[in-house]
């Protein structure tokens, strides 16, 4: 290890764990604050930017916690997770794992059990956010297909495009938390999975319940069956001759709303 | 003022740190700066608004480049992933110039996302001299480095960080973006005359100022850039003015940030003192 290696090693071992440091000869003297001093500024801001990067990632979970107890899930999160990444746009991307391990194994977490799924679903919304842009199918382009095409018909979604479930009231929650002044809000559990989407439509991030003919549907779609299989599949939740119609019904619907981002035609 | 080679230097005029509070009110107010600074991590996203109002603005006003995460002192190999996406912002955006910090920001792969000073040493100097000619022949253009801000210096340093600076850029043929505000931070921490960093810096190289505020404590000032500019700073970058002449200068605001008509007030400020500098030269 070279000089400049070793130096660097050091600094980056200070920053990253402080308390062990105990000699620190290789800071210089000549400033007007102690060495201990001026390395405790780059370990203190180290700490606070992740913190605060963490914070803006997570509005609402910050609000929905004590102020204390999300500083010490951020600080956790902080000592076990250094970045890896250029951007701090992807520092927090971690942070709902993290959750969830606490959850599991914390008693201090015990009674809030939906911290998880709310650290998911803000992570989704900043994911959908800034999701590459695509160019959007309209209904002028459904209307011109021949109707013979229609069932091998396969629909790309755009990248924005989230589907999750959920198992508490997390969105009303998200709502309750980010606005301001916050509103008292209680989780509640829902007893079994509901079907959200989260998408961005222009510029403008959205998040909606999904009936689960539709979750059925959409999912079908987005594994890549054909527009006839996936029909199938609605046909046996609603039945055969409503299919059609709330299959067409959907579909212009996803179109109107921005999802779709290309048809792709069989060979 | 001329290039070594005998070009002459661009001048962009006076400008703001684009910010994402700003966006809407720079579309619609169509404010009279001359030219908007970008952070590139920032619009090193896949869609969006980021890059919404990036094409916008940058459809109205010159723009530059300005990293955080080259990390060009660190001993960890170049992270050609980021500079490939540097590469492709830098073809969108068209910028006048890009640059980044003489600094190191992390090793074994790690990003601290700080602007960590490096020791004033021979070694150092051909380490960072190596990579910033790699990067300039991968970008197929000259960047800018600007000084950091510091607050330790290394027992092994052997020479003056405005030695330092001049060597490397000097040596890596690179340009050379002049933090005022932080050659003011470094010089209250490190007790050295700022008069006699400014005496050192090659100014032909010289291609943008930054301008910033600071917070100042008992026995250290912080780089905070959320403060206005403080008046020694202003006095500081007349001195800058006087030795290199015109320069393209901006003014970085981070945090607590106020509404742009309050940034217009200090960039008014700012190019009096500019232009004054011209004026100066001139007479």
């Keep these: ?23 620190i000869p290789w800071v210089g003297l000549g400033g007007r604050a102690s060495p201990q001093f001026q390395l405790s500024v780059y370990a203190n801001a180290y700490l606070s930017r992740l913190k605060e990067v963490l914070m ?15 500083a010490r899930l951020a600080e956790g999160f902080i000592h076990q997770h250094p970045s890896h990444f250029f951007s701090l746009r ?10 969830h391990g606490l959850a599991q194994s914390d008693p201090c977490y015990r009674d809030l059990a939906w911290l998880p799924e709310l650290a998911s679903f803000e992570w989704t919304l900043g994911q959908a956010f800034d999701a590459a842009e695509s160019g959007l ?8 297909i021949a109707a013979e095409s229609w069932p091998l018909l396969r629909f790309a979604f755009c990248p924005c495009v989230y589907r999750i479930d959920l198992e508490w009231n997390t ?5 309750a938390l980010t606005v301001d002044p916050p509103l008292e809000v209680e989780a509640i559990r829902s007893g079994s999975n509901s079907a959200w989407l989260i998408w961005r439509q222009e510029l403008v991030t959205r998040f909606r319940s999904l009936e689960q003919d539709e979750q059925l549907f959409l999912d079908a ?3 890549g069956e054909t527009f006839s299989d996936a029909c199938e599949i609605l046909a046996e939740r609603i039945g055969a001759d409503s299919a059609p119609m709330r299959a067409a019904g959907l579909l212009k619907g996803w179109i109107q709303q921005g999802l779709i981002t290309r048809i792709m035609f069989s060979d | 003022m001329t290039e070594a080679n005998g070009k002459q230097r661009p001048f962009l005029g006076y400008g703001l740190g684009l910010r994402r509070q700003h966006y809407n009110d720079v579309l619609d107010s169509r404010p009279d700066v001359d030219w908007f600074e970008i952070i590139s991590e920032n619009y090193m996203v896949d869609g969006g608004k980021p890059l919404h109002y990036l094409d916008r ?10 990293g955080v995460s080259m990390s060009i002192g660190s001993t960890d190999p170049l992270d050609y992933s980021y500079l490939g996406r540097l590469k492709a912002l830098i073809k969108r955006v068209e910028p006048a110039w890009f640059s980044d910090h003489l600094c190191w920001t992390g090793m074994d792969q790690l990003n601290l996302h700080d602007l960590l000073p490096l020791p004033y040493t021979e070694e150092a100097i051909e380490h960072v001299v190596d990579r910033v000619s790699r990067v300039q022949d991968y970008l197929g253009r000259q960047m800018l480095l600007e000084n950091v801000s510091s607050y330790v210096t290394y027992s092994e340093s052997q020479l003056a960080e405005w030695d330092f600076l001049r060597e490397v850029v000097e040596r890596a043929d690179c340009l050379l973006l002049l933090d005022i505000n932080n050659i003011y931070v470094s010089a209250f921490n490190h007790n050295f005359n700022p008069h006699t960093y400014l005496d050192a810096v090659p100014g032909e190289r010289v291609y943008q100022i930054h301008l910033a505020g600071h917070t100042q404590e008992e026995n250290l000032i912080i780089d905070t850039h959320d403060h206005p500019i403080a008046d020694p700073v202003y006095e500081l970058y007349a001195e800058a003015i006087k030795r290199f002449g ?15 008509a309050e940034l217009m007030q200090e960039l008014d400020r700012v190019r009096r003192i500019g232009e004054s500098g011209v004026l100066n030269q001139v007479a």
């Design chain 1, 1 to 23: 290890m070279n000089n400049l290696e070793e130096l660097q090693s050091q600094f980056q071992n200070y920053i990253l764990k402080p308390d062990k440091a105990t000699m």
């Design chain 1, 90 to 99: 992807d520092y927090g991307s971690g942070f709902p794992v993290y959750i």
């Design chain 2, 57 to 66: 603005i940058r459809e109205r006003y010159p723009m530059v480049m300005h």
């Design chain 1, 171 to 175: 969105p009303a929650m998200w709502k």
């Design chain 2, 246 to 260: 015109r320069v393209s200068t901006m003014i970085e605001r981070d945090d607590r940030i106020p509404p742009l």
């Design chain 1, 137 to 144: 199918v309209t209904e002028g382009d459904m209307a011109s």
């Design chain 1, 221 to 223: 779609l987005r594994n």
């Design chain 1, 56 to 70: 803006n990632d997570y509005p609402a979970l910050s609000v929905a916690i004590n102020g204390d107890l999300f």
